[in-house]
């Protein structure tokens, strides 16, 4: 029997002073406040009433993080998954703004709709929905959370409605700590349901690819 249903939730707000946009890098883990966050996306997971499953999360530390309120409300252990992790980008480690004035870097942005300053998004698509239906068929029953990162999470939303994926990174609707949830109907995914139960006001959320 597989899973119910699937919640992709996005991590907490990290740790950024220098507010940079993190990417893979390491040593980016949760904030003070990305731990509540947290701890709120997993409460509000547990408000549904339905039983968990199974928990996985990308091998960064701030996923990794991200899971632990789910381990201690749902008592699983994540599975590591590379398939979910952050894209690649060639701007890991420096200020946007500071970045795009520089025009030796414009030619990352010739083609925004591969994109060409990163990881293809139909190649962020597929590992994506090849973590998740692994994850689906591997369940007995019960839902499943994967707590990954906004890009992989967001392009997911856009390929199951089938939107274009080209898309402008400032329009994107998925908070820290929100809750994406889907469905598998007839061998196809269906988006369910979309909440931002953590208060993120004040948050830093400038990192993501």
Same mark, same amino acid.
């Given at each position: 029997?597989?899973?119910?249903? !699937?919640?992709l939730?996005?991590? @907490?707000?990290v740790?950024?002073p220098?507010?940079? !946009?993190y990417g893979?890098l390491? =040593?980016? @883990?949760?904030?003070?406040?990305?731990?509540?966050?947290?701890? %709120?996306?997993?409460?509000?997971?547990s408000t !549904?009433?339905?039983?968990?499953?199974?928990?996985?999360?990308?091998p +960064? %530390?701030?996923?990794?993080? /991200?899971?632990?309120?789910?381990?201690e409300?749902f008592?699983? #252990?994540?599975?590591?998954?590379?398939?979910?992790?952050?894209? #690649?980008?060639v701007?890991e @480690?420096?200020?946007?703004?500071?970045a795009l004035?520089? $025009?030796?870097?414009?030619r990352? +942005?010739r083609t925004?709709?591969?994109?060409?300053w990163?990881?293809?998004?139909?190649e962020?698509?597929?590992?994506?929905?090849?973590?998740?239906t692994?994850?689906?068929?591997?369940?007995?029953? =019960?839902?499943?959370?994967?707590?990954?990162?906004?890009? $992989?999470?967001?392009?997911?939303?856009?390929?199951?409605?089938?939107?274009? !994926?080209?898309h402008?990174?400032r329009?994107?609707?998925? *908070?820290?700590? /929100?809750v994406? /949830?889907?469905?598998?109907?007839?061998?196809?995914w269906?988006?369910?349901a979309?909440?931002e139960?953590? /208060?993120?006001?004040g948050?830093v959320?400038? =990192? *993501?690819?």
């Amino acid at each position: 029997m597989p899973a119910d249903r !699937l919640h992709l939730v996005r991590h @907490g707000e990290v740790e950024n002073p220098r507010r940079v !946009l993190y990417g893979r890098l390491p =040593g980016f @883990g949760l904030s003070a406040d990305g731990r509540r966050m947290a701890r %709120q996306a997993a409460e509000y997971v547990s408000t !549904l009433d339905r039983p968990i499953a199974a928990l996985a999360c990308s091998p +960064l %530390q701030r996923t990794q993080e /991200s899971a632990e309120p789910f381990t201690e409300l749902f008592g699983l #252990t994540p599975r590591i998954d590379e398939r979910v992790i952050e894209p #690649t980008n060639v701007f890991e @480690g420096r200020r946007m703004v500071r970045a795009l004035m520089n $025009p030796w870097n414009w030619r990352h +942005l010739r083609t925004p709709a591969l994109p060409s300053w990163g990881e293809p998004y139909a190649e962020v698509v597929a590992r994506m929905n090849e973590a998740m239906t692994t994850a689906w068929d591997a369940a007995d029953g =019960g839902d499943v959370v994967i707590v990954s990162h906004q890009l $992989p999470i967001w392009i997911t939303h856009l390929a199951v409605a089938g939107e274009p !994926l080209r898309h402008d990174p400032r329009a994107r609707r998925c *908070a820290l700590s /929100s809750v994406t /949830s889907f469905e598998m109907r007839d061998g196809t995914w269906t988006e369910v349901a979309y909440v931002e139960p953590a /208060s993120t006001a004040g948050a830093v959320d400038v =990192g *993501a690819v």
